[in-house]
């Protein structure tokens, strides 16, 4: 048995497309998911009073900050309201999180994203660039992160983009939603002008894992570190994992004219920070791919 073996760790979000896979693979950990649905401590951490009570009575020195509205389209229908749930559970709940991880002196480990950029950058972006939100999910984000930075506590954020997981899970991710558009023959032609930074989710659990344990404070791009079109995305999708299916061309520009949110053209980072601290590097996107399991079904 090793030094942190039965570490306590109280999280939010650890049902997630991300949460979950963490509680899955680090079992050296004993996880608690603050959550209304708790047998004994039902929490909604949009409010403090709760918050408060949950994280003062756990035994853990770090908090796991997964939970968030995550999805975009319906953010952008609430925007500018700050009763909507986005707002509350992004921004409010971050803002609860961290002003308990002050008073507790427990360190906050925060789950960000791609998406607080604007995506107008050609680069990838790097940790130094400044935030600038072009649509709500991304700008409820932006302010979270402010929120922990502003608290007093001490904190690790992580920014992800797209992530993906070797199992399929209640959603279909990135590479699963291409694999099923292109085995069912629904694949929309994929676009050669938009660029993403994938995360392999059970790698990013080796993230997960390192700011546990390092505590390392400061914001951290945490994707894979490549930049890929979505149209050789899915090419690569095709040849490593062996999908049939047609697979078009597509113009952003095009959608754009048409679409009634804004999108980020870019979301690809760079890890380059991140590398000077991990113990191990990361897989490619190449190598994330060929452990995607297509034999296996969805089990939650
Ligand atoms: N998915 C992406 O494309 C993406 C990209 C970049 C960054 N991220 C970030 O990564 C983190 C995890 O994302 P994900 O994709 O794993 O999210 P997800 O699958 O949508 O899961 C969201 C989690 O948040 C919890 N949650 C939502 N509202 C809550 C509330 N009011 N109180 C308590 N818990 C609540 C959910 O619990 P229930 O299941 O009980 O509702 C669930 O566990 C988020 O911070 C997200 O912003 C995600």
Redesign the pocket.
Known sequence: MNETSSQQVLG????????SKVVELLTQYQFEN????HPTKPT???KLDQVLATVESSPATVLLH?????DVTKAWEQRNDKNGVAYQ?NVV?TQNMAEAAKRTGKHLVH????YVFDGEKEASYTEEDPVHPIEWYGQT?AWAEEAVIQSGATYTILR????FRSDPFNRPDVIRRLVNGLTQGTLPPQFTNHWIGPTFVDDFVNVIQWGIESKTPGIFHASSGEKWTDYDLAKAVQDILHVPGELKEGDLDAYLAKSNRPYQRNTAMSTEKLRHYLPQPQLTVREAIARVRLDVAATR
């Open positions: 939010t979000g650890l049902s997630g497309l991300v949460g603050i959550d209304v649905a909604d951490i949009t997964f939970a968030a509205f995550t559970v709940g789950i960000s994203t791609a984000k992800i983009d797209q992530p």
